[in-house]
């Protein structure tokens, strides 16, 4: 047993502590791998031979280890600040169940075996992952912290998306790069998303010194400024998605009209109290967004893999 202030807590009680903070729950957001397998087969030709579902397999738990090792980090590190939030008091090392020494071993064992076996699957796999480690040491670590810094924080966590489609596409290929401009498009996408977590953060709060208090870079920020980097990078992501889709597969200009309803129903969900957008986790709950989510995902497969004939007719490329 081991005592902090006046509880006493198990060594059981404090086990189950370190293995929340590895957030295993949230492994729903290596979802976002998943696109980079699609357009790799779907670009690249390849054939989901028995070697290639290994390697997805071994690519998914490496990108699950190294994004533990980076909550690990964030949980130690954001403690005191969780501590002034409704929900995030609750954490574990907010709540004084674990031992930061053991925490911080943890941390480092955790991004060791991801990148052992992201050595399996190639340079390109391999540097995927140690980009996401990466960034996930200049978001929390000081003196960079880029989390407390207002704009970049959203900027640099959101680069995560780009370097999850990237092992999801090399874990399917080697010698072949991903597309410049879905990259970019992919980035201003998870912008668009955590800027609303943001935003809905902001409003929960509803006190502008606490929110200051609780995550340094709101000090800088308000509602409107939000809204509006989030119009912004909505935007971006959209211009970047077309110059993909017309250089690629301008079938997939059939699935704007699903991906803009997706996106204004996530923009509608940040403004519920509590809202859901703030545990990306949970989303999966939210029927209004998993309607939309799942045409969407079904509606770009089919797009990726079956021509349309007249859809070439209908936008043609200018002569030069």
């Not at 140690?130 to 912290?145: D, H, K, Q």
Request: proline letters at 6%; a positive charge; one cysteine or more.
């Amino acid at each position: 047993m081991a005592e902090i202030g006046d509880q006493r807590i198990g060594a059981g009680t404090r086990i189950i502590a370190h293995a929340r903070m590895m957030r295993l729950d949230h492994s729903i957001k290596q979802i976002f791998v998943a696109p980079g397998i699609v357009l790799a087969v779907s670009i690249g030709g390849v054939h989901l031979t028995a070697v290639v579902w290994w390697r997805i397999v071994i690519g998914l738990v490496s990108a699950t280890l190294i994004a533990s090792s980076n909550y690990v980090l964030n949980e130690l590190l954001d403690a005191p600040f969780d501590q002034l939030h409704p929900s995030k008091q609750s954490r574990p090392a907010a709540s004084g169940l674990v031992r930061h020494e053991w925490g911080y071993v943890q941390w480092f064992a955790l991004m060791s075996l991801g990148m052992e076996l992201a050595r399996l699957l190639g340079s390109g796999f391999m540097l995927s992952a140690a980009g996401l480690w990466v960034m996930g040491c200049v978001y929390n670590i000081p003196p960079v912290r880029s989390k407390d810094v207002a704009y970049l924080d959203v900027l640099t966590e959101s680069i995560n998306n780009p370097l999850r489609f990237c092992l999801g596409w090399y874990s399917v290929v080697t010698n072949l790069l991903p597309p410049t401009s879905l990259l970019i498009s992919y980035w201003m996408l998870g912008c668009f998303f955590m800027t609303l977590k943001r935003f809905s953060e902001y409003r929960q709060i509803a006190d502008h010194e606490r929110a200051a208090s609780y995550r340094s870079s709101f000090a800088h920020y308000s509602e409107e400024a939000l809204l509006n980097s989030a119009t912004f990078y909505a935007a971006s992501s959209m211009l970047f998605f077309g110059a993909f889709i017309m250089r690629y597969r301008i079938e997939l200009i059939l699935s704007f009209p699903v991906i803009a309803w997706l996106m204004a129903v996530y923009f509608s969900l940040s403004f519920k109290p509590d809202s859901p957008v703030q545990r990306p986790e949970l989303l999966y709950k939210e029927p209004a967004l998993m309607i939309p989510l799942t045409l969407c995902i079904a509606l770009m497969v089919v797009l990726l893999f079956v021509k349309v004939p007249w859809i070439a007719f209908t936008f043609p490329k200018s002569a030069p």
